[in-house]
T-cell receptor, first 113, second 111 residues
């Protein structure tokens, strides 16, 4: 079935040790989003790609980077994770710019030791 | 910035009850999303609507664009409906700029 797949489901890393989260989609959607959701809070947009165009949110820390090597894959890189970066990271896609449903992955829960 | 308010924040009901969750927003939009999030994190899109009413199984979503208000109803609620229900609207920059989410309504349906 077409879907959005995030790997891994659970990631544990050490304080300051770089980590990469992965998202893939079989929907052939143009737009891919990364959201951060901390405990008991609403998801917050970090950045998104419209095709190859990268759009960073003004308040996304420099510590967070993203890559989209092709339509299907998008990565979230955290260069030096701090304790405050422990959260659920959600990847979502939508077909195009105009109002479209968003399709979410199951998320990656990141813990920092 | 669009403020999205949901009520109630928490709701516990008995199996079979009719459930209503409300959402209001501050800036005019062209469409609104209702999402469901189960424990463990994954989010499922339930509805995207821009006017009137949509129905899917036991779920009904309505929106009043003029009043900037939407409701999600669950008929004949069941324990498997227990989840967090989230209302979300497109950010003011346009549809591709992601969503602004409400804080969610934590629903528990007891057998």
């Amino acid at each position: 079935d077409a879907m959005v797949i995030q790997n891994p489901r659970y990631q544990v890393t050490q304080f300051g040790k770089p980590v990469t989260l992965s998202c893939s989609q079989t929907l052939n959607h143009n737009v891919m989003y990364w959201y951060q959701q901390k405990s008991s809070q609403a998801p917050k947009l970090l950045f998104h790609y419209y095709d190859k165009d990268f759009n960073n949110e003004a308040d996304t820390p420099d510590n967070f980077q993203s890559r989209r090597p092709n339509t299907s894959f998008c990565f979230l890189d955290i260069r030096s994770p701090g304790l405050g970066d422990a959260a659920m990271y959600l990847c979502a896609t939508s077909r195009d710019r105009t109002n479209q449903p968003q399709h979410f992955g199951d998320g990656t829960r990141l813990s920092i030791l | 910035k669009n403020e999205v308010e949901q009520s109630p924040q928490n709701l516990t009901a008995q199996e079979g009850e009719f459930i209503t969750i409300n959402c209001s927003y501050s800036v005019g939009i062209s469409a609104l999303h209702w999402l469901q999030q189960h424990p463990g994190g994954g989010i499922v899109s339930l509805f995207m609507l821009s006017s009137g009413k949509k129905k899917h199984g036991r779920l009904i979503a309505t929106i009043n664009i003029q009043e900037k208000h939407s409701s999600l109803h669950i008929t004949a609620s069941h324990p498997r409906d227990s989840a967090v229900y989230i209302c979300a609207v497109p950010r003011p920059g346009g549809g591709a700029d992601g969503l602004t989410f409400g804080k969610g309504t934590h629903l528990i349906i007891q057998p």
